[in-house]
C-alpha cells in the first residue's frame, strides 16, 4: 500500500461534496418537518472510537443530528478484527439491521473500519447481507462527504475501500468528542511490526506519524477549549517520529505534551516493550501531568513463544524495562496484554507466563485467547492448541490476575489521591467515577451539605447528576478496594 499525504486540494474537492450534500439534506429535512439522523456502532479499541469521531463530525458538519438506535436515517458499524468474537458481532447485528431496513427502506447502511480491508469480510457482505449501502476503510474517512454523496445523487450501493495509506491532516477535520473533558489525539495510525497473531498491519497499514507540529497545534487548541486529559493514541506510540524530517522522537512529543497549560493529565498507548526507551520512563518520572502508568502488552512470558509472535525481546528484556519503571515511578500501575494458547504454546511455555505475572505483578491485565486471524502467519501454524486447553489455562491466569488487581487496589486503601472525575458511575447518577493520576478507576459520593466547583450547592435530598462534574479535580481518601476499582471519600476540590 502506498503511503499518500491528503492535500489541502483532497480536502477541497471533500468540501464541495459536502456543500452540495448539505443543502440537499437540509431542503429534504424542512420538507419532510424533521433532522437527518445517524448512529454509529464502534466496536474494538481507541483508534475506532477517535475514527467514529471523526466520522461523527463530518455527519454533524452535513447537517445529521444523532439518532435513536432503531429509527434513524443512517447506521454505521465502524468494525473490528482484531479477534473472532468482534466478527461474529457485527454479522449478528447485521442480521438484525434487516429487519430494520424492512420497516424503513430509505435506511442507509455503512459499514466500515477494519473488517472492511479485508477482502472475505466484503464479499460475505456483498452475498449475505446485500441490504448494505455503503462500505468503507478505516483510511477513508475524509472522503465520507463523496462516497455519501455518490449514495445520494448516483449509485443505488458504493463499495469503496481504499488501498492507499493516507495520512490525514486532522485539523481539517470537524471531530465530535464524546468525552467534554478528555480528548483522543491519534499520534500516528498503522503498525509495522507484523506480530505473528496480529491483523492490524493488515488493516491499517503501514505506520505514518502526524507531524509534531500538528499534534502540538491541535492539543494547545483543547486546552484553550477547556479539555483537560489527552490520551496520545498509536498502535506503537515509541516508534513514533521515525518516518518524519528530523526524527523527533515519543520521549519529545510526551514532554512537550505534558507542558501544554491546562492539561492536567497526559495519557498514552500502546507502548511496544521492544521500544520503549529509559528515557520516556524518565519524562514519566519527572512530570507530575505525565500519568504514571504504563500499558505494556506481554502477550508471553516464554522467549520461544515471544520468538514464534515476532515480538522482538525476550522474557529478560520485558522484566528490565517492568523494573525500571517500578523503581523509577514508584506509584506506578502497568497494565498489559497477555494471549493464551497461542500456536504450539506448552504447559511450560505458560508456566513461564504466570511466572513472569507473578514477578511482575501487573496492576492490571487484558487477558485473550489466542484467535486465528486469515493471512497471519499465525494462522498457518500447524500446532493450534485445543480449545478445552486454551479455556483451562485462560481460567488459571484469570484468577492469577485477579488476585494481582486486588492486591495492587489495595495499597493505596488509606492515601489521599487526586482524582479527575469523568461523570456519573454506571450504577447511580449522585456516585462519581474517575481516575487516579496511575490509571486506577475509583467510585465516591460526595458529603450532604457540599459547595460545587462551579459555585452551587448541593443538599441532602436534592437530584443530583455527577456527569455535571465531569472533568474536574477532587481530593479523595481511598477508603476500600475492589479488583477492578476504589472506594473513596470526598476531602475537597482541587479547581
Ligand atoms: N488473538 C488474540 N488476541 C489478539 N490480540 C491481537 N491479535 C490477537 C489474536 N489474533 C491482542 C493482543 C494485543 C491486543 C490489542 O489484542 O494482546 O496487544
Ligand atoms: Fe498488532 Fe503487534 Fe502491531 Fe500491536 S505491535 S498492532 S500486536 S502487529
Given at each position: ?223 484553550s477549549e477547556g479539555y483537560k486529559e489527552i490520551l496520545l493514541l498509536g498502535q506503537n506510540v515509541n516508534s513514533y517520529g521515525r518516518d518524519l524530517e528530523g526524527m523527533p522522537d515519543f520521549a519529545d512529543l510526551l514532554e512537550a505534551c505534558s507542558k501544554v497549560s491546562g492539561i492536567v493529565r497526559v495519557r498514552f498507548m500502546t507502548s511496544h516493550p521492544k521500544d520503549l526507551s529509559d528515557r520516556v520512563i ?214
Amino acid at each position: 500500500m502506498a503511503t499518500v499525504v491528503i492535500r489541502p486540494e483532497d480536502l477541497a474537492v471533500q468540501k464541495k461534496f459536502a456543500d452540495d450534500l448539505t443543502l440537499s439534506y437540509r431542503e429534504e429535512a424542512k420538507r419532510r418537518g424533521y433532522e437527518f439522523t445517524y448512529n454509529i456502532r464502534t466496536y474494538g479499541c481507541q483508534l475506532n472510537e477517535s475514527d467514529s469521531e471523526k466520522l461523527s463530525g463530518i455527519l454533524k458538519s452535513l447537517s445529521f443530528v444523532p439518532g435513536q438506535t432503531d429509527d434513524t436515517d443512517l447506521v454505521v458499524y465502524n468494525t473490528c478484527s482484531i479477534r473472532e468474537n468482534a466478527r461474529d458481532r457485527l454479522f449478528g447485528n447485521l442480521g438484525l439491521v434487516k429487519a430494520m431496513k424492512r420497516k424503513n427502506p430509505l435506511l442507509i447502511v455503512a459499514v466500515c473500519g477494519c473488517m472492511m480491508k479485508q477482502n472475505e469480510n466484503v464479499e460475505k457482505i456483498k452475498k449475505s447481507y446485500p441490504f448494505v449501502d455503503l462500505i468503507f476503510g478505516p483510511q477513508d474517512i475524509h472522503r465520507l462527504p463523496e462516497l455519501l454523496f455518490r449514495i445520494r445523487f448516483q449509485q443505488k450501493k458504493v463499495y469503496d475501500v481504499s488501498q492507499t495509506d493516507y495520512i490525514a491532516d486532522d485539523l481539517d477535520l470537524p471531530i465530535d468528542r464524546s468525552r467534554k473533558f478528555r480528548a483522543l489525539v491519534p499520534i500516528m495510525y498503522g503498525c509495522n511490526n507484523f506480530c505473528t497473531y496480529c491483523i492490524v498491519p493488515f488493516t491499517r497499514g503501514r505506520e505514518r506519524s502526524r507531524p509534531f507540529d500538528q499534534i502540538m497545534k491541535e492539543i494547545a487548541g483543547l486546552s484553550s477549549e477547556g479539555y483537560k486529559e489527552i490520551l496520545l493514541l498509536g498502535q506503537n506510540v515509541n516508534s513514533y517520529g521515525r518516518d518524519l524530517e528530523g526524527m523527533p522522537d515519543f520521549a519529545d512529543l510526551l514532554e512537550a505534551c505534558s507542558k501544554v497549560s491546562g492539561i492536567v493529565r497526559v495519557r498514552f498507548m500502546t507502548s511496544h516493550p521492544k521500544d520503549l526507551s529509559d528515557r520516556v520512563i524518565e519524562i514519566i518520572a519527572d512530570n507530575p501531568t505525565i500519568e504514571k502508568h504504563l500499558h505494556l502488552p506481554l502477550q508471553s512470558g516464554s522467549d520461544r513463544i515471544l520468538t514464534a509472535m515476532n515480538r522482538h525481546y525476550s522474557r529478560e528484556q520485558y522484566l528490565r524495562t517492568a523494573r525500571l519503571f517500578r523503581s523509577s515511578v514508584p506509584q506506578g500501575t502497568i497494565s498489559t496484554d497477555i494471549i493464551v494458547g497461542f500456536p504450539g504454546e506448552t504447559q511450560e511455555d505458560f508456566e513461564e507466563t504466570l511466572s513472569l505475572m507473578r514477578e511482575i505483578r501487573f496492576d492490571s491485565a487484558f487477558t485473550f485467547q489466542y484467535s486465528v486471524r486469515p493471512g497471519t502467519p499465525a494462522a498457518q501454524m500447524t500446532d493450534q492448541i485445543p480449545q478445552e486447553v486454551v479455556t483451562a489455562r485462560f481460567s488459571r491466569l484469570l484468577e492469577l490476575q485477579n488476585s494481582h488487581c486486588y492486591e495492587s487496589n489495595m495499597q493505596v486503601v488509606g492515601t489521599l489521591e487526586e482524582i479527575l472525575i469523568e461523570g456519573r458511575s454506571e450504577t447511580a447518577p449522585y456516585i462519581l467515577s474517575g481516575r487516579t493520576g496511575s490509571n486506577r478507576l475509583i467510585n465516591f459520593t460526595l458529603p450532604d451539605d457540599i459547595d460545587l466547583p462551579d459555585g452551587s450547592h448541593l443538599e441532602k435530598g436534592d437530584t443530583f447528576d455527577g456527569d455535571k462534574l465531569e472533568g474536574c479535580l477532587a481530593q479523595v481518601r481511598i477508603t476500600g478496594a475492589r479488583p477492578y476499582s476504589l472506594e473513596g471519600r470526598w476531602e475537597s476540590w482541587n479547581s
